[in-house]
């Protein structure tokens, strides 16, 4: 017998959208090109003061930085807020690996071990497994296809408020569904965290990728002074910069406490990456030309899927607000041994497709088993081609249910 593992790590759940490589890279193998939609990969190039930045970097030496990130770059933070109108110290902000670490932070400073976190699903899966690392429960609020992911009613959110709840997760716009929250729904979300005393938890990454016919959001809740003991605000240079790479987030808190403690553990772990922090400052030289441009390439990718899945029969999809992702209800049988066909069965023109099937992104079990997310990181032609195989694999699935 070998030697047992904790019990926490047999909770992590695999990752939904990773653990289907192996299939893709037998795909590969096979000489089949795997046309990747399963993950919020951007294939958008970076900044190029960014790779500018990168490439002049002449120190002799790769040192940690404050455990709370450079001087420099949380300065370049504070006027990014503040050109959103919040005014923040530097002290409420932490310079993360990735807006994952600030997640872990977060749950880790605000919640105690058995405390429970409402978060609406389908959600990022990486919630569940952070949540199992802090020893937090998720609990999860259905929203429904049919009411295009937006919130239900307060009164079902209030329900599944027990002793234990600390907190609730808002993900605007959200991935995985595209969605973006009215305003009203989220003075209702922050009505409900006021009345139940809850913190309230945003993450942000998708801030700016908002389509013009979303309906009114806030952007940050970073500017609500009435928010400043609750919030606590998730961000990234992932998606905004497309710099998955560089590691670089930040969690975001007027709640001194919060922060200090948060530093304690930033601390524990000494640095956020230098060369990271570098590039994403870099990153800032000219966010709004290079986000404009950013947003109408994921406009236009998000109409050619939109209207390639609405005109194949059987499928059904709500149109994307934000974000880059949408959840897509297939007429399959699972949606989870589609996505392993796809990978193992099918090919046309020498290509497949991979997509992310559903359950992964719910808590609740049983629900999603139709559903897949597809992540339109991919230039117009290819997704063009992506949406016609999966209309082809949908006539060929042995499984196919319409
Ligand atoms: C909603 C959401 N939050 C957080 C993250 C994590 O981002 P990071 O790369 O900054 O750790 C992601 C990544 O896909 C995400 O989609």
Not at 60 to 70: D, M, R, V
Not at 85 to 97: C, W
Not at 117 to 126: G, Q, S, V
């Amino acid at each position: 017998m070998t030697r047992p593992i904790s019990q926490r790590a047999h909770r992590v759940p695999a990752s939904a959208i990773r653990k289907l490589y192996p299939l893709a890279r037998a795909a590969e193998a096979r000489g089949t090109t795997v046309l990747y939609l399963n993950i919020g990969q951007p294939d958008v190039w970076s900044p190029a003061t960014a790779g500018e930045a990168m490439r002049g970097y002449d120190q002799p030496l790769i040192a940690y930085t404050q455990s709370q990130g450079t001087a420099e770059y949380v300065e370049t933070l504070r006027a990014y807020y503040a050109s959103y109108g919040a005014a923040l110290d530097a002290a409420h902000i932490n310079v993360t690996t990735g807006a994952s670490e600030g997640l872990l932070f977060a749950m880790l400073t605000a919640l105690d071990p058995g405390d429970e976190i409402i978060i609406p699903e389908p959600f990022y899966t990486n919630y569940a497994s952070i949540g199992v690392m802090a020893g937090v429960r998720v609990v999860p609020i259905t929203t429904r296809f049919e009411d295009g992911y937006h919130l239900p009613p307060a009164a079902e959110l209030a329900a599944a408020i027990t002793p234990r709840t600390k907190a609730l997760l808002l993900c605007n716009p959200s991935n995985p569904t595209g969605v973006v929250y009215r305003k009203d729904e989220i003075d209702a979300v922050i009505d409900l965290c006021k009345a139940h005393d809850l913190w309230l938890f945003m993450d942000e990454v998708y801030r700016e990728f908002v389509f013009p016919d979303a309906p009114d959001t806030y952007r940050t809740l970073l500017t609500r002074d009435d928010l400043r003991d609750r919030l606590v605000v998730f961000d990234s240079t992932s998606k905004r910069f497309s710099m998955c790479g560089a590691r670089v987030g930040c969690v975001v808190s007027r709640h001194d406490e919060l922060m200090a403690a948060i530093l304690r553990l930033a601390s524990a772990r000494l640095s956020p990456p230098r060369l990271g922090q570098l590039v994403a400052r870099a990153a800032h030289a000219d966010p709004e030309a290079y986000l404009a441009a950013s947003v109408e390439e994921y406009l236009r990718r998000r109409d050619v899927v939109y209207a390639a899945l609405t005109a194949t029969p059987g499928v059904r999809v709500s149109r994307p607000e934000g974000a880059f992702y949408t959840m897509v209800r297939l007429p399959v049988d699972s949606a989870e041994r589609f996505a392993k066909w796809l990978l193992t069965d099918f090919a046309a023109d020498g290509e497949t497709v991979m997509v992310a099937p559903g359950p992964g992104f719910y808590a609740t079990e049983g629900l999603g088993h139709d559903e897949v997310r597809i992540a339109y990181v991919l230039d117009v032609d290819r997704l063009r081609r992506a949406m016609d195989h999966l209309a082809a694999a949908l006539d060929a699935y042995p499984g196919a249910t319409r």
